[in-house]
């Protein structure tokens, strides 16, 4: 008898996504998480693509996109 081979396909994404599956992200308006998610991705860019800062990535991303709202408010 031939035994059954089970195999696990991972998905591969093109885009780094530094907290892709971060609890905040059910938390966020409409929108937001797409505007910090690309914004941290931007800064992983600009930093060399310097891999275990995807945290201060995403948090800086989110003050840079909190304080453009902000600002658009005033």
């Given at each position: ?7 696990t ?29 690309k ?36």
């Open positions: 008898m031939a035994s059954a081979m089970k195999l396909v991972k998905k591969k994404t093109s885009m780094r996504s530094p907290v892709a599956a971060s609890p905040l992200s059910k938390e966020l308006p409409d929108g937001m998480w797409a505007r910090i998610s914004k941290a991705f931007e800064l992983w860019q600009e930093r060399g693509y310097r891999d275990g800062h995807a945290l201060e990535d995403w948090l800086d991303a989110e003050s840079i996109v909190m304080e453009a709202i902000h600002e658009a408010r005033e």
